[in-house]
């Protein structure tokens, strides 16, 4: 976490992805990690909040999600906590600039890796940072809000990128060293954190990310937000500053892609047996959508009724898969898009 700037200039617009190093703000090393985390702002509801809020008088959740109703009350209260933690030494602040590397493993595999900075804000028209999704107002202002009024990023957003050259090297050279702080959470994952100060290693991160561009896997609104506060600072007269800026997390879709999970969608007014006509088989009816779980494999989905019966449908080959895409707009798009089972889902099955 920090005020992601470190004098940097923004240079002009020539498409290029700048992730910057920054000061980090991080715990105190003396401080249980795993008690102070958090999962991330917009899958809590006010009762974990609370639950979180009341666990421990550090966790995180004091700064992202302070529990007050008010914003103005709420902003106020977490400007407050985060000045009262950096002068008592709950926060500390790094002494050099850098980027850090992120890990997230489990049963000693890694789910996610990626390299932390502060990416430097654009607009979709200059194609470097790519949206996929649309954003609603009142998420945005309401961290927008809060970001102001810390003058801080608690939380980065997820972008990846299409990768495999230097700046992965860098990332998984980094892990071969000691951290500078990890922790296990209650649901076993471990997380571990190494810093990139080595002016070599980030110079070939700058050089190898200037020609690429990023998605946001994660994170829409608060990449509006950030941009929003930008915006804002320029409408007040305000020059280059921390502003032009926003942590990010960025991971390499080619060393390091994420495991996406199960895609539930609602559609109103299909019937059970009508969806499993359009699949085209059925492995079998169950009373109970919980009857179906322990069946559930690679290449099959779980459709659900409004009463609670539920078959579970193989999905079809690739090979099948090509045909029943002829007619369609992904018909002349690669055979890697129409094997996604969302291309599937919304470009063949949905329409039908």
């Known amino acids: 976490m920090a ?25 105190n090393p003396g401080i249980d ?16 909040v609370a639950t979180l809020t009341s666990s ?3 966790n995180i959740v004091r700064l992202v999600l302070p529990n007050a109703r008010d914003r103005s009350t709420r902003d106020a209260a977490a400007r407050a906590t985060l000045a009262a933690w950096l002068a008592d030494g709950t926060l500390l602040v790094d002494e050099s600039p850098g980027l850090y590397v992120y890990e997230q493993s489990a049963a000693a595999a890694v789910r996610l890796r990626g390299i932390i900075g502060a990416v430097e804000l654009v607009g979709p028209e200059d194609r470097v940072v790519l949206p996929h999704e649309d954003v609603m107002e009142w998420p945005v202002a309401d961290r927008a809000s809060l970001q102001t009024a810390l003058e801080a990023h608690v ?9 495999g050259g230097a700046a992965s090297t860098v990332v998984d050279a980094t892990v071969v060293g000691p951290t500078l702080m ?7 994952v471990l997380h571990r954190l190494w810093s990139v100060t080595d002016p070599a290693a980030l110079a070939a991160v700058r050089g190898d990310l200037a020609g690429r561009e990023a998605m946001i896997a ?17 409408e007040a007269g305000d020059g280059v500053g921390p502003w ?10 080619r060393t390091h892609a994420p495991e996406v999970g199960a895609i539930h969608r609602v559609v109103r007014g299909l019937a059970l047996d009508t969806a499993t006509h359009l699949v085209g088989a ?22 659900v009724d409004d009463v609670g019966e539920a078959k579970l449908l193989p999905l079809p080959s690739a090979a099948e898969r090509q045909a029943l895409f002829t007619g369609t707009i992904g018909a002349g798009l690669p055979a890697r898009w129409q094997a996604l089972d969302t291309a599937f889902l919304h470009e063949v099955l949905l329409p039908s």
């Open 244 to 253: 032009d800026f926003g942590l990010a997390l960025l991971v390499d879709l």
């Open 3 to 27: 005020p992601p700037y470190d004098g940097q200039v923004p240079q002009p617009r020539d498409a290029a992805l700048r992730l910057t190093p920054f000061h980090g703000v991080r715990f």
């Open 218 to 234: 994660d994170g829409h609104h608060r990449y509006a937000a950030y941009r929003r506060v930008q915006a804002a600072r320029r």
């Open 56 to 58: 421990d008088s550090h």
């Open 282 to 303: 059925a492995a079998g009816s169950v009373t109970s959508w919980t009857a179906a779980l322990p069946e559930l494999r690679p290449g099959s989905m779980v459709v």
């Open 182 to 188: 990890e922790a296990r959470t209650p649901d076993g």
């Open 155 to 163: 939380e980065p957003i997820w972008l990846v990128y299409d990768g």
């Open 33 to 48: 990690l795993a008690a102070v985390t958090a999962p991330p702002y917009d899958v809590l509801d006010d009762g974990e």
